[in-house]
């Protein structure tokens, strides 16, 4: 079973998630339920979960925090993210600290249950069935092996250098080349981890990945890819070299054309294709041409499929922060299994990607206006129809907007929240009406859009500290327009509901 960790440090929002996905159904369970980020931190770190939910803002310890700190101790645990704010930078950051998805409140049942179906998935993918059926790791542990010495000596084999190196072999020649090329380059072992998929242990002082590129050109069969490990002299738990090895064949994904590829941990590189990925970004004339060059910018500056990732997730995240895409068609990170079977290559994701932005492209250019100024087209409409009920949504499709991102548009430019904006318009409105006229705060609060009187009162106290007879007598002479509501007056998702 994949032991699942939940943390929010509202205890009420954890309970309500564990009971909001059927674990079973995806081979799973809840293990750890907790409210307190830094115990968080420490129990998952003992108990080593497979799958973390976590919030993102929790107080002084962030969900960000917590991934960071768990990475740093080298557990190789799923994280999905659960944020009240679809951020940019939120998104990026936890995608550099390994998060598989990025999940916004309110958190939706059948969002979970499809992020717990896919995290089961890939799980099942970077764990395969190893020896006697069992999952690799669990049938080293079962049998108390925790290096490579001690896994040749489960099968009484002598150790003759003091490094190792793993090699991952899959194809539908695998077994062929296991004997041909792997086996006699060192002295070794294998096991059985699919039906076309070998890890071969080398007992060896040198890197082998050349010399198994060169047994490789001479072999007749083609249906075969091996990735190696790095060499490792110290000796460490034998699933590490095989988790390198395994991410090393993804190496298939950037060259199709070669049969070795070595494990690489490159992440400034990475970053210069972030940078350069977002600097194309910024004019639509050069994104089109970066994805057009994407396949062989790769192989020239021997990129690997870490890298292919952070482009796929970043087009993902940034068109949907642009309000390019909404509701079902927003895209969805992926990871590195996932991306592999979606696309054969590199090439092909370039060509996706390529198609799917000039389609987006296009649907900017009908939109007919720069999204500046369809947002103060928004804005004037909000202005002239405030006292009539309002819907983040409703208003973010006829302007042709993702109703997530015209919700930012509003912070980032006026400061303030789609909700808090409407309500200060209808405030102002009613302090005027309240002065100027001798209408009964009934009809005051009806004309600004608010049928409900109590409501209405109720805002308008949390607005301006008086009550609407209050502030009518002259007791008080409190603004509006640079006030700002209680942060418990605010709704936490504006989207689904009038204002």
């Not at 009420?12 to 564990?18: C, E, R, Y």
């Not at 179906?117 to 190893?130: E, F, I, M, N, V």
């Not at 738990?237 to 064949?249: I, V």
């Amino acid at each position: 079973m994949l032991r699942v960790a939940i943390v929010d440090d509202e205890p009420w929002i954890v309970k309500g998630i564990s009971r909001s996905c059927d674990w079973a159904s995806h081979g799973a369970e809840v293990c750890l339920q907790l409210s307190d980020p830094e115990e968080a931190i420490r129990r998952i770190i003992s108990e080593r979960p497979d799958i973390v939910l976590t919030d993102v803002n929790m107080g002084a310890v962030s969900g960000l925090d917590l991934m960071a700190r768990v990475r740093a101790a080298g557990l190789p645990c799923a994280f999905a993210v659960i944020s009240g704010y679809d951020e940019f930078a939120y998104a990026q950051r936890a995608m550099e600290l390994g998060a598989a998805h990025y999940l916004l409140k309110p958190l939706k049942r059948e969002e979970l249950d499809a992020v717990m179906g896919r995290l089961a998935l890939t799980l099942g993918r970077a764990r395969p069935p190893g020896t006697e059926d069992d999952d690799l790791e669990d049938w080293l542990g079962a049998r108390n092996i925790t290096s490579h010495e001690s896994l040749f000596g489960h099968f009484h084999r002598n150790m003759t250098h003091a490094g190792w190196q793993a090699a991952v072999v899959d194809g539908t020649d695998a077994a062929r080349v296991r004997e041909t090329v792997l086996l006699p380059l060192a002295p070794s072992l294998y096991l059985t981890i699919g039906v076309r998929r070998f890890i071969v242990f080398l007992n060896t002082d040198s890197d082998l990945a050349e010399q198994a590129a060169r047994k490789a050109e001479a072999q007749t069969a083609t249906g075969f890819s091996i990735g190696f490990s790095a060499l490792r002299h110290a000796d460490c738990h034998p699933a590490e070299t095989w988790q390198e090895a395994d991410a090393a064949l993804c190496g298939q994904f950037i060259r199709p054309d070669l049969h070795v590829h070595s494990w690489k941990n490159q992440p400034e590189k990475m970053r210069g294709v972030l940078d350069r990925f977002l600097q194309a970004f910024e004019k639509p004339a050069t994104i089109l041409p970066f994805l057009d060059r994407i396949g062989p910018y790769a192989r020239e500056n021997r990129y690997g499929i870490g890298d292919a990732l952070w482009i796929y997730n970043l087009f993902c995240i940034t068109w949907n922060h642009a309000g390019s895409v909404d509701g079902e068609d927003r895209f969805s990170v992926v990871t590195q299994q996932e991306l592999c079977a979606m696309f054969r290559t590199v090439d092909e994701m370039g060509g996706y990607l390529r198609e799917v932005t000039v389609g987006l492209l296009h649907r900017h250019s009908r939109a007919g206006m720069h999204p500046d100024t369809r947002f103060e087209a928004l804005l004037r409409h909000v202005e002239a129809h405030y006292a009539e009920p309002l819907y983040l949504s409703d208003l973010a499709a006829a302007f042709h907007y993702n109703a997530t991102y015209v919700s930012d548009l509003f912070r980032k430019h006026l400061n303030r929240g789609f909700t808090e904006h409407v309500t200060m318009l209808r405030l102002n409105h009613a302090k005027g009406l309240l002065l100027e006229t001798d209408l009964p705060v009934t009809e005051v609060a009806a004309q600004c859009g608010y049928p409900d009187a109590c409501h209405f009162s109720r805002q308008f106290r949390k607005m301006t500290g008086l009550s609407p007879r209050t502030f009518r007598s002259g007791e008080g002479s409190a603004g509006i327009g640079d006030a700002s509501p209680p942060v418990d007056s605010m709704p936490s998702s504006e989207e689904g509901r009038s204002v």
